[in-house]
């Protein structure tokens, strides 16, 4: 089980380098929505489950650690913002 810890930290490294990469980019043309959901949303819990089923080691807490910061960015936050977002 080595090998998803590793898998994890992977995953983790596709998705910050995609969701820094949309921080940057002038134009947003480049990563279509459907793309940037499955690469911010999805990959990370893949992520969150890989590191989950691997032995400890420090590949499975970076991976862990890793994208819970991604989830946390790209799910939680937006997700609470919506809420107190009143105005237009």
Do not use: C
Request: aromatic content about 14%; glycine content about 6%.
């Amino acid at each position: 089980m080595k090998k998803m810890g590793i898998l994890s930290f992977l995953l983790f490294l596709i998705s910050s380098l995609t969701f820094v990469y949309s921080f940057f980019n002038v134009s947003r043309e480049n990563i279509p929505g459907g793309i940037m959901i499955f690469l911010s949303i999805l990959v990370p819990i893949f992520g969150v489950f890989a590191a989950s089923l691997a032995e400890r080691s420090a590949a499975k807490v970076i991976g862990l650690i890793g994208n819970l910061v991604i989830l946390f960015f790209s799910v939680i936050i937006p997700a609470v913002s919506m809420l107190f977002w009143n105005q237009p």
